[in-house]
């Protein structure tokens, strides 16, 4: 067998392995399930990050995604469920998709919060029928240093991102197209 025809096997193999990885998640978790995901995230944001209980009360509305699992070699794409809160009840569930190319390997789960601070931007948010980070609508990812409180911060964005792994806030990604769609529970 040559070397092409190795790497193309070797690829087609991959890429099934994958495939198989990913059937589970099309499984869609339930609304139980999803809620106390959203719970558990909404209690760690809370606990990490000073000043987040003060700063959600200002939130017109609270996108949360306990788990989302992005898996890649080469080709990577990524998917989670969660649930639109509105002063503190959900309302909808969502859920998010993105694929990418480029160099990346491995499995990597995280939790996403999106907190919309202007009425306007969750009323655009809740009125399309599949909104588009960094088309439909900007979401300003958060960093700071770990002495300062999130309410010490100046921010006027109307979206604004958070983003956790295992280990805590993470730094240094995006969310432009990830794609955000209303699924019925």
Same mark, same amino acid.
């Given at each position: 067998?040559?070397?092409?025809?190795?790497?193309?096997?070797?690829?087609?193999? @991959?890429?099934?392995?994958?495939?198989?990885?990913?059937?589970?998640?099309?499984?869609?978790?339930?609304?139980?399930?999803?809620?106390?995901?959203? #719970?558990?995230?909404?209690?760690?944001?809370?606990?990490?990050?000073?000043? !987040?209980?003060?700063? =959600?009360?200002?939130? $017109?509305?609270? @996108?949360?995604?306990?788990?989302?699992?992005?898996?890649?070699?080469?080709?990577?794409?990524?998917?989670?469920? !969660?649930?639109?809160?509105?002063?503190?009840?959900?309302?909808?569930?969502?859920?998010?998709?993105?694929?990418?190319?480029?160099?990346?390997?491995? +499995?990597?789960? $995280?939790? +996403?919060?999106?907190?919309?601070?202007?009425?306007?931007?969750? $009323?655009?948010?809740?009125?399309?029928?599949?909104?588009?980070?960094?088309?439909? !609508?900007?979401?300003? @990812?958060?960093?700071? !240093?770990?002495?300062?409180?999130?309410?010490? =911060?100046?921010? #006027?964005?109307?979206?604004?991102?958070?983003?956790?792994?295992?280990?805590?806030?993470?730094?240094? @990604?995006? =969310?432009?197209?990830?794609?955000?769609?209303?699924?019925?529970?």
């Amino acid at each position: 067998m040559s070397l092409s025809n190795r790497l193309f096997t070797f690829t087609l193999a @991959l890429i099934t392995s994958f495939g198989l990885f990913i059937s589970p998640i099309s499984n869609a978790a339930s609304s139980y399930e999803i809620n106390v995901g959203v #719970k558990e995230t909404l209690k760690r944001f809370r606990n990490e990050i000073p000043g !987040g209980s003060e700063f =959600l009360k200002q939130a $017109k509305g609270v @996108l949360i995604f306990p788990s989302v699992i992005k898996a890649g070699f080469g080709i990577g794409g990524e998917y989670g469920e !969660g649930a639109l809160q509105i002063g503190g009840k959900t309302k909808a569930y969502y859920s998010t998709a993105a694929a990418s190319i480029g160099l990346q390997l491995g +499995v990597q789960s $995280k939790s +996403v919060v999106l907190v919309f601070m202007t009425n306007d931007a969750l $009323k655009s948010f809740q009125s399309s029928e599949g909104w588009k980070a960094g088309v439909d !609508g900007s979401v300003a @990812l958060i960093e700071w !240093g770990a002495a300062e409180d999130i309410n010490t =911060l100046d921010i #006027k964005d109307p979206i604004i991102g958070f983003v956790f792994s295992n280990k805590g806030l993470m730094y240094n @990604l995006t =969310l432009e197209g990830s794609k955000f769609t209303k699924i019925v529970k």
